[in-house]
């Protein structure tokens, strides 16, 4: 029976895995959005009159599609993590990266978000898995990222079903995150049109997002 209900388990989690990436490539758009991933799935963020992300972003296909793979063990984690810091957390536009840019970025809602830990969670189970180059302090947090998501301060090699459930928790933040983004994008002000410049051109949110 206790076999049983592990294998029940397990196939939770895969399944809640398999959810969470297709929620991601809709980016965050909600179910029943959900196709198959692009090279232009984050095209929302990265087109927009305030991209979020660099234009590279949307290029990723092959990433996206790996994400969906529910790991078995600490170094299939590895690869995993690595895709998913890749794509969502070095790829920010530079303003959200900058710890103090010297021009904020222009929605602070959307800087906010991406400063309220769902982006660092994962860059720092990257750093933990992948390089080893732990910060002061870093220790703690992922003690803390491993305990919320596996109930446990270290995961040994191959439980499949601790690094499963920590590479679910990850996603479902992510979704989340993307999520709150996309309405934050949504409902940011659009720009009041200025006087015609020099070029007789009006300024507008698409080119205001290009300068």
């Avoid at 232009?40 to 790996?66: I, Q």
Wanted: aromatic share 6%.
């Amino acid at each position: 029976m206790a076999g049983w209900r592990q294998v029940r388990r397990d196939a939770v989690q895969q399944d809640r895995v398999r959810a969470g990436t297709r929620l991601v490539w809709s980016g965050g758009a909600g179910p029943g959005s959900v196709g198959q991933p692009s090279g232009r799935v984050l095209e929302r963020f990265v087109r927009g009159a305030k991209p979020m992300y660099r234009a590279e972003a949307s290029d990723f296909t092959d990433k996206l599609l790996r994400l969906g793979r529910v790991v078995g063990n600490e170094d299939e984690f590895r690869v995993w993590v690595e895709d998913l810091a890749h794509i969502f957390e070095e790829s920010l536009e530079s303003r959200l990266r900058a710890e103090e840019p010297a021009r904020p970025y222009d929605i602070p809602e959307v800087a906010r978000l991406a400063r309220d830990g769902r982006l660092n969670q994962i860059r720092l189970m990257r750093n933990y898995v992948a390089h080893g180059n732990l910060k002061a302090g870093d220790e703690i947090a992922i003690a803390q990222i491993l305990m919320r998501f596996a109930g446990v301060k270290f995961i040994d090699h191959d439980d499949a079903s601790r690094w499963t459930r920590v590479q679910v928790g990850l996603l479902e933040d992510l979704v989340g995150l993307l999520e709150d983004v996309r309405k934050a994008l949504e409902e940011a002000p659009v720009p009041v049109p200025t006087e015609p410049g020099p070029t007789g051109l009006h300024a507008t949110p698409l080119l205001d997002g290009y300068r």
